[in-house]
């Protein structure tokens, strides 16, 4: 089965970066839809930005113009490029992918994303 597999999450200070990685094991991933998701402790989960297959992005309102979602098209590698973090962004942080639409589904349908990490762990503190 196909496996995503995240890295790159770790304890940063408020301010700091840090660029989270997703890497599959068989699938082509840049034909369709990939996004990140994130979970705080007691909050329910969250879509944090996606990309479709023709690069088109979206992003939480919470993230933008700090959160930079791209990928590799050669390597098959997904990336997040999180900037000037905030201890609100601590959260466990999912890679996802819907290997049925090449379009993105909204953030509310994480039921549609069918492929998931195991996620990478995120801690901002002050």
């Known amino acids: 089965a196909e496996k995503l597999v995240e890295s790159g999450g770790d304890s940063v200070e408020v301010g700091g970066s840090l660029t989270l990685s997703c890497s599959a094991s068989?699938?082509?991933?840049?034909?369709?839809?990939r996004g990140w998701f994130r979970k705080a402790p007691g909050k329910e989960s969250g879509g944090v930005a996606t990309?479709?297959?023709?690069?088109?992005?979206r992003y939480a309102d919470s993230v933008k113009d700090r959160f930079t979602i791209t990928k590799d098209r050669v390597k098959d590698i997904l990336y997040l490029q999180m900037n000037s973090l905030k201890p609100e962004d601590t959260a466990m942080y999912y890679c996802a992918a819907d290997s049925w639409e090449r379009v993105c589904p909204p953030f509310l349908m994480t039921h549609e994303y069918d492929i998931w990490g195991q996620g990478t762990q995120v801690t901002v503190s002050s």
């Open positions: 990309i479709n297959h023709n690069g088109t992005t």
């Open positions: 068989r699938y082509t991933a840049t034909k369709y839809c």
